[in-house]
């Protein structure tokens, strides 16, 4: 590798982007990570469920399958990033509660429960009080629950700074500029052109820009990813004395709309999350936070007490079958990585494993396959 030149060029710096480059770099490659603000997309604003189940819905069993291989990959993958930096990744096992507030909520349950145990996962069905028992600041009125014990959670931003830090550690060169076309030569992707004017040659280069991927020049129609925004604000609430405020995740219907608190060490509760097809616009609106917090409040009525310490949109990059685009492109030298949606938390460590074993010269695992994103080839992309 030279300075203009790498093994490998990764254009986006979110959880998808720093995972590959951190595994690759491990995998012995020269990298170079190209992205203007590695703290501004998704992942970012992630709550950090990492909910194998809980977040796909019925009939998405291609997601489903890339999710369970996705939550095995967690705890060795959060171990070796805490070793490699000595973060704490605020990564823990104690799973979801799943709440129901009235009688019909809570016999929607029972479905849920069992798919979860008919998949094998960890799940318990509980009343109410056994509910309460086990999260004291629940609402009284709940009637039932179904405690997810395969779920687990961390800290987005905690993870996104290990990942730098480690990254770093292990040789990858962070280019903080923007990526404005992949080069090709001979119907090859042959490096990246950067906005100011500059090239970055590479071996191979890997797409990982989230929901901007689709915008990045330079490529064939039926290899531009047919990804989209997909806009979803998110509101943090803290405890005044920063003492933990729930033990694990809590999930419920409240007035028909999924709502879910995310508890963090330091006392914070992150609250999301809306879902809107608003093309890239990040507003935060009042509608937005104020349904979120009356939501919340419905569950764990004490987070009005709270201070309320952030209020953020970020940009989930949506594919058409919400399942995710890993793998090697129709454009040789070009694999892509994008499309998680909703599970780009819980999927990079699994992702991250499957691009590597592609740029160290192997195959992408077979439980990728139904990622590959030569399923779009026929689409002419987002651009045409
Ligand atoms: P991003 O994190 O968006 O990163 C893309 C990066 O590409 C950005 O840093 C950007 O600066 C860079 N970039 C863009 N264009 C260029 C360019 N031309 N050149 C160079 N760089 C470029 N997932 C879960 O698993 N669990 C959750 O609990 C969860 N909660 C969520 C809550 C909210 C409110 C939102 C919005 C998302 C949530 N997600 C969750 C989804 C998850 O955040 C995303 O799937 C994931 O972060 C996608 O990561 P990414 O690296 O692909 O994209």
Known sequence: MTADHADVAVVGGGVIGLGIAWRAARAGLGVTLIDPEPRGGASWAAAGMLAPVTEVVYGEEALLGLNLH????????????????????????????????????????????????????????????????????????????????????????????????????????????????????????????????SPVGAGHVVLAAGCW????????????????????????????????VMERTVRGMVRGRTVYLVPR?????????????????????????????????????????????????????????NVPLIGESALPGLAVATGHYRNGMLLAPATAEAITALLTGGDVPDWARAADPARFAGDRGVRS
């Open 70 to 197: 996705a939550v095995r990959r967690w705890p060795e993958f959060a171990a070796e990033l805490a070793e490699a930096t000595g973060h704490d990744l605020g990564f823990h096992t104690s799973g979801t509660l799943l709440v129901a507030l009235d009688a019909d909520d809570n016999a929607a349950l029972d479905p849920v429960y069992a798919y979860q145990t008919e998949l094998g996962l960890a799940a318990r069905r509980l009343r109410g009080r056994e509910a309460r028992e086990l999260e004291p600041l629940l609402t009284p009125g709940v009637r039932g629950a179904v405690l997810a014990e395969g779920d687990h959670r961390v800290d987005p931003r905690a993870v996104t700074e290990a990942l730098v830090e480690a990254a770093c550690a292990s040789g990858v060169t962070f280019l903080d500029r923007r990526a404005m076309a992949i080069a090709t030569d001979a119907g090859r992707a042959t490096g990246v052109h950067l906005d100011d004017g």
């Open 265 to 321: 060490d330091d006392g914070r509760v992150v609250i999301g999350a809306t879902v809107e097809e608003q093309g890239f616009d990040t507003r935060v609106t009042a509608g937005g936070v104020s349904r979120l917090l009356r939501d919340g409040a419905a569950l764990i009525p004490a987070i009005e007490e709270l201070d309320l310490v952030e209020t953020r949109a970020g940009l989930r990059p949506g594919s058409p079958d």
């Open 213 to 244: 991927s689709g915008g990045v020049e330079g490529l064939p129609a039926g290899v531009v990813p047919p990804v989209r925004p997909v806009k979803g604000q998110i509101v943090t609430v803290r405890d005044p004395a920063g003492r933990r």
